[in-house]
């Protein structure tokens, strides 16, 4: 599977970015696909994940301002984030794999830079 992340950008604080993870190579539909994000010093961590199933988890820091939805016709996965805020800067990277995802799933796309000013 090959993933090809795109969407970001420079923002203002309160504004909306739509993250799309387009994938290719696989029947995309049988993965479990997520959004982890990496700022400066800091760990990657999981901002959001959706099953093959369509069940979401979100991180604490997020809920109710991003949503993951996926279209399997597209074999496209985006994250909508709204209200964004400063600390939401970050690299994003998508990830997919046939189970729960972490930092060991086997597929990854390249990143986008999301900045978000105050």
């Known amino acids: 599977v090959q993933l090809q992340a795109s969407g970001g950008g420079l923002v203002q604080a309160g504004g909306s970015l739509r993250l799309s993870c387009a994938a290719s190579?696989?029947?995309?539909?049988?993965?479990?696909v997520g959004w982890y994000r990496q700022a400066p010093g800091k760990q990657r961590e999981l901002v959001a994940a959706?099953?093959?199933?369509?069940?979401?988890n979100y991180a604490d820091s997020v809920k109710g301002r991003f949503t993951i939805s996926r279209d399997n016709a597209k074999n496209t996965v985006y994250l909508q984030m709204n209200s964004l805020k400063p600390e939401d800067t970050a690299v994003y990277y998508c990830?997919?794999?046939?189970?729960?995802?972490?930092?060991?799933?086997?597929?990854w796309g390249q990143g986008t830079q999301v900045t978000v000013s105050s």
């Open positions: 990830a997919a794999g046939r189970g729960v995802i972490t930092t060991t799933s086997p597929y």
């Open positions: 190579g696989s029947t995309f539909s049988n993965y479990a």
């Open positions: 959706i099953s093959s199933g369509r069940n979401t």
